[in-house]
């Protein structure tokens, strides 16, 4: 497993109905992190060198005035960039045997769209499995394992406390916070994908490839 890249991924939404739309969807690796804005309004012109400034690896960053036009950019990105890198796409509750957020959402919304499933034959690992059954915590949420093995760090990076403040952040055009939200979502993500792989075994991770049927 430690030879496939690691590439976080989580995204953020309008809230968590069939019918809500997704806001922002990030990626980070070691080198950067790459972040789809679907801005629902006017954004800032200075808001990707603003968030550079405040954080220390850097963050592509793309703005779109509409979801489906956020899901082809996505498209383009992973079948250009990822799915050409021996890597394996990694979430913290993103899709589990038993449910999971992220990958099903992104599903419905689609669908909706009428778009193809843009994943390909990337593999795919639950970092939240392996914290429930190989690491003693008290905690379950992402914030929460980060800061009992690692430590403050990305935790003081996030201006929400919690994630449904997303929610209201896009709503009210603040789009800053919001993105900073999910740069440390996707880099606590990849940062315990790291500690796992240190103190576990192969078998301990549950890989699935993403590529569909037909």
């Known amino acids: 497993m430690t030879q496939l890249t690691t590439i976080a991924f989580d995204i953020e939404t309008t809230g ?4 809500d739309e997704l806001t922002v969807v990030g990626f980070d690796s070691a080198v950067s992190s790459r972040v789809f804005l679907h801005t629902g309004t006017a954004p800032q012109a200075d808001l990707a060198d603003r968030l550079n400034d405040a954080l220390q690896t850097p ?3 793309s703005l779109h005035d509409s979801e489906q036009g956020l899901l082809n950019e996505l498209a383009t990105f992973v079948a ?12 913290y509750n993103g899709e589990r045997w038993n449910g999971g957020f992220d990958l099903p959402f992104l599903r419905t919304r689609l669908c909706t769209h009428g778009l193809d499933w843009p994943f390909g034959t990337l593999p795919y690992v639950d970092v939240m499995d392996v914290f429930e059954t190989r690491f003693n915590t008290s905690e379950d949420t992402l914030s929460g394992v980060y800061d009992e093995l690692i430590g403050a760090g990305l935790n003081e990076l996030d201006p929400f406390t919690d994630s449904s403040e997303a929610v209201t952040a896009w709503e009210e055009g603040a789009y800053g916070p919001l993105i900073t939200h ?7 993500t990849r940062a315990l994908m790291e500690l796992a792989e240190r103190y576990c075994s192969k078998s301990d991770f549950s890989m699935k490839s993403l590529e569909p049927i037909a």
């Open 16 to 19: 968590f109905q069939a019918g």
């Open 59 to 61: 963050v592509q960053l």
């Open 80 to 91: 250009s960039t990822l799915t050409q890198r021996d890597a394996k796409l990694v979430a």
């Open 182 to 188: 999910n740069v440390a979502d996707i880099r606590r």
